[in-house]
């Protein structure tokens, strides 16, 4: 059972439109408006208009009734939405899996990442402090399960921790409302005398969900763990996760880049004494301005090697701005597996492992050039030449029962991703290989020729009526005078009224 952190902003619109209008904020008390089915209704309200009992969804025109001192303006639910994501982003600082729960609260999965900070309590007041200092207040409390922490965050006292397992007792007291209900099925549970959580549990489980719905019965047994609950998390969830917070801020390249080394050897180091190793590091810098900077490199082989992490991360800080500042870094793994440090063979000491030689080779072009600019081919079902091979992680082992390549029926080291006409072609008889051929405006004569192999079409993944001789290709491997080497076809069977075309499909060498 894992630990979230809920946080949840009463304000969260008021809060984010006077960040984007500093010098536009009006006095309390302040109200949101937009149309709803033509009519001028509030969309959100701030503490002081709240408590003279103004709240969203109001009309406007009898809000500004009973409070003539009021002060609107348009909402922006937009801006609000992609305001979330980018908190979303700052939070990644606190922990890798960070969910919005639109449209103004966050799902934090804090599990085994609260310790960084002294504890559950250090890090919510820590959470808390930092996005008050940015203008947004923000209710947050932990639980076991997203619905407790929920429930909690936003009915009971702030800054309440639920023990492990403790979910039931903390829930007991709460009202219905808390466990995510549609506001009018909670209101009718409420008028029927169930005005705690604690007397919905009372009740068996089928009796509830024949009188209250079968929602409702998700919702409880959602927020007391019995049944998981899946959040959309903006970045895989992982445990693999370390965190470095620098008592001044940094900003020089050489800084970034022992911090890049240094958060590495903190991570590997746990990778190691697992004897786990990650294909996938994320680095980021969190800047005193709240944005986030990242980089992300991978790895051809699982690995926890921090020096060869630093080298690999160390060209892609040059183009990060830390702009005033960085006060914290962290870094996650992904793509987290067991390896094994096992010598395969006797002599495995007088040759160069795969980590050694060709890893960090490939490791280095891939992070340079992009993930899909280094692979390598590997074989695939089908007889036909473009259809035979297909792309694979280029040290990834072969997977079990995958058939190689034949000998007997050589391809050549280029395969042409569309076969190009020859033109000028001579053979003695039909069914000759060429004895000279022009391409791309160059004439070439056929000094040595093997062949012909003839493979046709998978006519079993098509119409049958679409079937036809003219897609049996005959090959032949040539040598030209001057030693090149190609692989040309002649495409469909012998035709006394239209003569066969000839096509190049790849080179030898």
Not at 156 to 162: E, F, K, L, S, W
Not at 391 to 407: I, M
Not at 481 to 493: C, I, M, P, S, V
């Amino acid at each position: 059972m894992g630990r979230i952190l809920c946080a949840w902003s009463p304000t969260w619109a008021i809060a984010n439109w006077r960040r984007r209008n500093p010098s536009d904020s009006p006095a309390s008390p302040f109200a949101l408006v937009e149309t709803v089915k033509a009519a001028r209704r509030l969309a959100a309200v701030d503490l002081a208009a709240a408590r003279l009992k103004l709240h969203p969804g109001q009309k406007a025109t009898d809000a500004k009734a009973l409070v003539p001192e009021l002060a609107v303006a348009e909402a922006e639910p937009q801006a609000d939405a992609e305001a979330l994501t980018a908190l979303v982003d700052w939070c990644v600082r606190f922990s890798p899996a960070v969910a919005a729960d639109a449209p103004d609260g966050l799902f934090l999965d804090v599990g085994g990442v609260a310790h960084l900070w002294g504890g559950e309590a250090q890090m919510l007041a820590d959470f808390q402090a930092r996005l008050l200092a940015n203008g947004l207040p923000f209710r947050a409390c932990i639980a076991d399960t997203p619905g407790a922490a929920w429930a909690l965050a936003h009915f009971a006292a702030d800054q309440t921790i639920a023990a492990p397992g403790d979910q039931a007792g903390r829930l007991a007291s709460l009202p219905p409302a808390a466990l995510r209900l549609d506001p009018e099925a909670a209101a009718q549970i409420e008028r029927l005398g169930f005005r705690r959580i604690g007397q919905l549990m009372e009740i068996p489980r089928a009796p509830l969900g024949r009188r209250f719905g079968a929602e409702t019965l998700n919702r409880l047994d959602q927020a007391l763990g019995r049944s998981r609950e899946a959040l959309a998390f903006r970045r895989p969830p992982t445990p693999w996760f370390a965190r470095l917070a620098f008592a001044e801020p940094i900003s020089a390249p050489e800084d970034m880049a022992r911090v890049a080394v240094d958060i590495s050897a903190k991570l590997c180091a746990r990778l190691e004494a697992a004897g786990q190793g990650a294909r996938r590091f994320e680095l980021a810098y969190h800047r005193l301005d709240g944005k986030a900077l990242t980089a992300a490199v991978g790895l051809s082989l699982a690995g926890h090697d921090a020096k060869r992490l630093g080298k690999l991360f160390a060209p892609k800080l040059e183009v990060l701005d830390p702009g005033f500042g960085i006060e914290v870094a962290t870094l996650a793994a992904h793509e987290v597996e067991r390896i094994s440090g096992r010598q395969g063979r006797l002599d495995a000491a007088r040759a160069p492992a795969v980590e050694d030689g060709l890893a960090p080779l490939v490791d280095r072009l891939t992070n340079r050039l992009g993930e899909d600019r280094v692979w390598r081919a590997a074989p695939a079902e089908s007889h036909v030449p473009e259809l035979s091979a297909a792309r694979a992680r280029p040290l990834d082992p072969k997977p079990a029962g995958a058939r190689p390549w034949d000998p007997e029926t050589p391809r050549p080291m280029r395969l042409f991703r569309r076969p190009e006409p020859l033109e000028a072609v001579i053979a003695l008889t039909p069914d000759d290989p060429p004895s000279q051929f022009r391409w791309r405006g160059q004439l070439h004569r056929v000094r040595r020729a093997e062949g012909p192999e003839r493979i046709g079409e998978e006519w079993w993944k098509a119409e049958i009526a679409d079937v036809s001789v003219a897609h049996v290709r005959d090959y032949y491997r040539v040598e030209d005078a001057e030693g090149g080497r190609f692989w040309l076809f002649r495409a469909g069977l012998l035709d006394a009224e239209a003569p066969p075309k000839w096509w190049l499909h790849g080179l030898f060498g």
